[in-house]
């Protein structure tokens, strides 16, 4: 099967990154910090800031607090999340219409269970009863522990709140978690491969880029899925790193400090700079999306990417998901480059010649009698 690329999207573009002041939130979780808004960066492109918030722990500003019912959680039972827009202190309540459409939604939850292999990507709409609430029902497969960030923007500034965890029961194992760091997987008939360096390494920026072919290796086109190519959801596995990122987008991730200490600058990014562009293959009709991330922690991370082939019949608001588990080491192994290994090749070539002229010269004690006593004669 072919492995060269084969992806047909709309042009994507990048833009530039600034800091922003960050917001407070749990000192356990990590934030992010985008520039995208209220200015052009050197590409040209509008930018605006997204801030991380803990629910648990954000006690002033914009706050998103989920409940969820009926209790307790079932497997095969629609749960009704409502997720409460409000200023603290105070509770007060925020018109969802005050919120900003991005990514043709006014809100993006993203779920997933311990395991990492459970992952949803849902868009709430706005409750009949209470305009400051947002509302959606979800059925859960499988029994576990779970959990959920919700994603608004207001005002230009992004928000991506983490959620308490919540447990659903049922049958079946809570957790099934099989680590496998292929970089070629089948989803829903689509091969995807994911391309990097062999080893990824923390701190050091990676290029990672998605191929996508029919299970037979044909090319695929695909389609806009709420409003950009594709979708790029990175998670740790220990539920502290998070992203969800979209092409033409240039992030920081921050780590905010918790509420109400002051705010600092002792910065630790999960994706100091996490932004897709189009490059255009050989043949001039072919572009390829890469993700430029910056880890900062070493251990697993899953990435979900979420995209639609052309034609696809899927309901507008939902994608094929392709998962992918991403080792991040501490250091690389020692590399050796090119040159450095002809120059090793060279040395010891010139050693074993040398030995052997040497071997080859060397005059034996019984020639040197021999031509001795020819010349006595």
């Known amino acids: 099967m072919p492995m060269t690329s084969g992806m047909v999207m709309p042009q994507a573009t990048s833009t530039g990154v600034q800091q922003q002041p960050q917001a407070s939130a749990s000192p356990t979780m990590q934030g992010m910090q985008m520039q995208m808004g209220s200015g052009q960066s050197m590409s040209g492109m509008m930018t605006h800031t997204i801030v991380y918030h803990d629910e648990a722990s954000?006690?002033?500003?914009?706050?998103?607090?989920?409940?969820?019912?009926?209790?307790p959680y079932k497997v095969g039972s629609p749960v009704a999340f409502n997720f409460f827009v409000n200023q603290k202190p105070g509770n007060i309540p925020v018109p969802v219409t005050d919120l900003q459409v991005n990514h043709q939604k006014l809100m993006h939850v993203i779920g997933i269970r311990s395991d990492m292999n459970e992952f949803f990507h849902v868009h709430p709409t706005i409750s009949p009863d209470d305009t400051a609430v947002m509302t959606i029902d979800h059925t859960f497969a499988k029994p576990g522990r779970y959990?959920?960030?919700?994603d608004i923007m207001k005002d230009n500034i992004g928000h991506v709140f983490s959620h308490?965890?919540?447990?659903?029961?049922?049958d079946g194992p809570t957790e099934n978690k099989q680590v496998s760091l292929d970089r070629v997987v089948l989803a829903d008939g689509y091969q995807v491969t994911l391309k990097a360096d062999a080893t990824i390494v923390k701190n050091k920026l990676a290029i990672i880029s998605f191929d996508l072919h029919t299970a037979a290796g044909g090319l695929v086109e695909i389609e806009s899925y709420l409003g950009v190519p594709m979708h790029l959801t990175i998670i740790k596995d220990d539920w502290k790193q998070f992203i969800h990122a979209h092409p033409g987008m240039m992030m920081q991730m921050l780590t905010p400090t918790p509420a109400p200490a002051p705010r600092t600058s002792w910065f630790n990014s999960l994706i100091q700079a996490a932004y897709a562009h189009d490059v255009t293959m050989a043949n001039g009709s072919i572009p390829i999306l890469d993700f430029y991330l910056n880890f900062p922690e070493t251990g697993l991370y899953r990435a979900f990417v979420q995209f639609r082939p052309k034609g696809s019949t899927l309901p507008?608001?939902?994608?094929?998901?392709?998962a992918f588990w991403i080792e991040v080491k501490d250091k690389a192994p020692f590399p050796i480059p090119q040159w450095g290994f002809l120059l090793m090749v060279s040395i010891v070539s010139m050693l074993i010649l040398s030995w052997a002229v040497k071997k080859y010269l060397k005059v034996k004690p019984e020639d040197v009698s021999f031509v001795r006593e020819r010349s006595e004669r």
């Not at 959990?147 to 919700?150: A, E, T, V, Y």
């Open 147 to 150: 959990k959920i960030w919700s």
């Open 316 to 322: 507008p608001d939902e994608a094929i998901t392709a």
């Open 58 to 71: 954000s006690k002033e500003g914009l706050v998103v607090n989920m409940n969820a019912k009926p209790v």
């Open 164 to 170: 308490p965890e919540i447990s659903v029961q049922g």
